[in-house]
């Protein structure tokens, strides 16, 4: 692997890279890094958590002077959260270049966004809508322009931004660079690098598996009304540090939530109905490890990078393999290792077939965890606590009673009440969550043409049911020509 230094980049950049505590590079940045840095126009395809960020950062931070106190680059994402995330990512690279990055989006006061832009960042990350609004009032240049990253490519097609990126890359400066990055090459995409890009080099890091091999996949057959104890169980037996909880439906995700607490899990939920204030919080506190589980829909899934993210469990099936490759990538990333976890109703085990013969990895079934098997974990738990507090604290003050107390009754029995006490006990019975229809197997290829295909909300998931699953959808790992849908609504800009 080569080292940051061999690409012989600024000095500031590689103390930058240093203190980020990254040091050699990943292969789509060891790819990527040397072709970018000519100048040249690059399409960059590899698997999730593998680093695709730096692999244009590093190249877009080099590059741009910090003497030109103008916008020379524009990255486009295709959520907010991704936009905060990506700039936070590249503010770091450029820390001691004296480059500044702004990240753009809409739901954010426009005139503050307005003030920002006065102070002249020299590189902008931005959501496509929000950027083509402050293209129109002129509030944002185009003419010193001199590269311009497509993040997440394909999902920015599938949220309906491609006119607005036609648009954008109409008119920023037709001799700038371009770099496009996405999981798969559908036609639209396709396109657009013909259309915009100038001879690129494609680099699609060569991976037997779409999957990263450091995720353990594994499903459980449930049936819908028992999801949610198994779930408990789960939790209770893997002890995630942070684990992410996809549901299907905002509703989903509001009442897994709210469920979760009630039992004592500490959890909050994330899905595109919550203003941005209350995104932003509640990502920041998961990152935190303020609460440790996050409950999401697949607003969470693409490009989010949550280090220290343990396990994924899809409480429902996704509704396509790509879906699945981005939800369960936010763990197992930068070479952790992660679990993912997907439940399966009865009908929707044809799902999980599609899905491997997709991602071309088997998935173990793992039984359905017992009542006992939980207990029985959170027991030795309690036990733990008890044997680390009898080692390490002073328990002088305690004697006396603990004497008397073993007069009364025998030891076992005392020291299994305090067990019993210090036992966490599940009552998920008192939880009730208004169950989903499963997925259904979709028979003709693009039945649901037309429809929305919004990830976060308004669209599919706003009325809380399900939609059909694109067996054909797959087929667009390999770049197939899967139709975009006509009237995909814009998100998130
Ligand atoms: N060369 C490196 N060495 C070690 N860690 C790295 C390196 N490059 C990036 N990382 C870390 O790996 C993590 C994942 O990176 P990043 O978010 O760029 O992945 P990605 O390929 O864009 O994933 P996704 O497909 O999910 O968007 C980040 O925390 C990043 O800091
Ligand atoms: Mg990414």
Known sequence: MTTFYEFELHHSVVRALTEMGLEKATPIQEQTIPIALQRKDVIGQAQTGTGKTAAFGIPLIERLDPEEEKIQGVVLTPTRELAVQVAGELNKIA??????????????DMNRQIRE???KPHVIVATPGRFMDHMRRKTIRLHSIDMVVLDEADEMLNMGFIDDIKTILNEVPEERQTLLFSATMPKPIQEIAGNFMKDPDIIKVKAKEVTVSSITQQCIKVIEREKFGVLCRLLDIDMPELAIIFGRTKRRVDELSEALNKLGYGAEGIHGDLNQAKRDSVLRRFKEGKINVLVATDVAARGLDISGVTHVYNFDVPHDPESYVHRIGRTGRAGKTGLAITFVTPGEVEHIKTIESI???????????????????????AAEKLL?????????AYKGMAKQLLEEVDSVTLVSAVLKMLTKESNTGAVKLTEEAPLRVKKKRFEDKGKSRSRDGRGRENKGRSKKFDKSSGRSFFGDNKKPKKNARRKNA
């Open 388 to 396: 680390s507090t009898a080692e390490a604290e002073d328990l002088q």
């Open 117 to 119: 832009l006065k102070k």
């Open 359 to 381: 991602t071309k990895k088997k998935m173990d079934w793992r039984p359905v965890p017992t009542e006992a098997e939980a207990a029985e974990q959170q027991q030795r738990l």
């Open 95 to 108: 820390r001691f270049k004296k480059i500044r990055v702004l990240p753009i989006y809409g739901g954010q």
